[in-house]
């Protein structure tokens, strides 16, 4: 199993950025995929999940800003980030089935 993440970065507060995570050697359109992400000294912790019936869920502090979707045809799941705050600056990592993990993508909000 694969997981590819990309899309991070440096952007303004206020500003946007979306995340992708393609992934390889799963059974894409059954598979929970979820984004989670980590700041320094703080603990690893979900953002935003999908499940293969296209049910949602979000952290209480991204609820409103922060979109997941997937697309079943190209085994992706993105993250779209609007309104980002200084406090969202963190590691984003991709994660199938609850088991699988990419290898993060930097996300840093500053001006």
């Known amino acids: 199993v694969q997981l590819v993440e990309s899309g991070g970065g440096l952007v303004q507060p206020g500003g946007s950025l979306r995340l992708s995570c393609a992934a390889s050697?799963?059974?894409?359109?059954?598979?929970?995929m979820g984004w989670y992400r980590q700041a320094p000294g703080k603990p690893r912790g979900l953002v935003a999940s999908?499940?293969?019936?296209?049910?949602?869920n979000y952290a209480d502090s991204v609820k409103g800003r922060f979109t997941i979707s997937r697309d079943d045809a190209k085994s992706t799941v993105y993250l779209q980030m609007n309104n980002l705050k200084p406090e969202d600056t963190a590691v984003y990592y991709c994660?199938?089935?609850?088991?699988?993990w990419g290898q993060g993508t930097q996300v840093t909000v500053s001006s």
């Open positions: 994660n199938a089935r609850d088991f699988w």
């Open positions: 050697g799963i059974t894409f359109s059954i598979s929970r």
């Open positions: 999908i499940t293969g019936y296209g049910s949602t």
